[in-house]
């Protein structure tokens, strides 16, 4: 088993607020964050997918492929977007690094066809990243 | 749905590495400049590693604020801009990069009851890093 990871960048604004909180609750919970006006990120994108390597093309994934899945996926939709406003997932969902790493899972790991998604790294900051490896609970 | 939760701190401390159990040239032998009974310092980084279910309401594993509080509270403030050697765990105990991940893991394990610790990361230079996670296994 070998594992791949590709590295990606997206610039991206959102806010914390959940409709069913009071405006004191929403205030207390998330803090700054809950500027309705939103705020930004340079996030940074890692995705690792494993499997066996190809004995023909040497290739664990197919690089080109997966690059054309992220750029199609994630950047397209999410590079230069208000997360709140332009994402569907989060219309309903609060845009954290937690569900940020779950959106982008969800949104690849039907797509890839040779390699299985082993883990969504996504750093909102340098200081500050979260993994998703598909668990349920 | 489950995920992990990664943060990055700083603190900057010095130490010597030296063991009472060992004759001088011992010391010296094993911990080489590391030994120098003056001390030396490091800036350190630290990674601290928490699990659990996102919570529906908020998105988040635990609340930053209260992740980044402990941390400040329990571990930057007791470390950050001071001699290693000088602090009770120490006394008994060589201040190595490894020693002082067991502590700091042991340190959130005992009060964080936020979410799930998984790990305790720290780099003692650029070049140098260790990882601790007790019984929990370390996924990359």
């Known amino acids: 088993m070998v594992y791949l990871t590709r590295k990606a960048e997206f610039s991206a604004s959102h806010y914390y607020h959940n409709p069913d909180f009071t405006p004191e609750e929403n205030r207390r919970v998330f803090g700054k964050c809950n500027n309705p006006n939103g705020h930004g990120h340079n996030y940074t994108l890692e995705v690792t997918v494993k499997g066996e390597v190809d004995p023909r093309s040497g290739f664990v994934v197919d690089l080109k492929q997966l690059k054309d899945i992220m750029h199609r996926e994630v950047l397209d939709a999410m590079d230069h977007r208000f997360l709140n406003k332009e994402v569907p997932e989060f219309l309903t969902k609060v845009p954290t690094t937690e569900n940020l790493a779950i959106a982008i899972w969800q949104r690849l790991e039907s797509k890839l066809q040779q390699a299985h998604l082993h883990r969504v790294r996504v750093y909102e900051t340098p200081d500050l990243f979260v993994d998703f490896y598909g668990e349920k609970e | ?140």
């Open chain 2, 1 to 140: 749905m489950k995920a992990h939760l990664t943060r990055r701190y700083r603190f900057s401390a010095s130490h010597r590495l030296h063991s009472a159990d060992m004759s001088t040239e011992e010391n010296r032998a094993t911990y080489g400049k590391c030994n120098n009974p003056h001390g030396h310092g490091h800036n350190y980084t630290l990674e601290v590693t928490v699990s659990g279910p996102v919570d529906a309401k908020t998105g988040m594993v635990c609340n930053l604020v209260d992740l980044d509080g402990y941390v400040e509270r329990e571990v930057l403030s007791r470390y950050d801009l001071e001699n290693l050697n000088t602090l009770k765990e120490f006394a008994q105990t060589v201040p190595t990069t490894e020693n002082l991940c067991i502590e700091i893991f042991e340190i959130l394990q005992r009060g964080f009851q936020k979410a799930h610790l998984e790990r305790v990361r720290l780099e003692e230079t650029m070049m140098n890093s260790f990882e601790y996670a007790a019984g929990n296994e370390l996924r990359y």
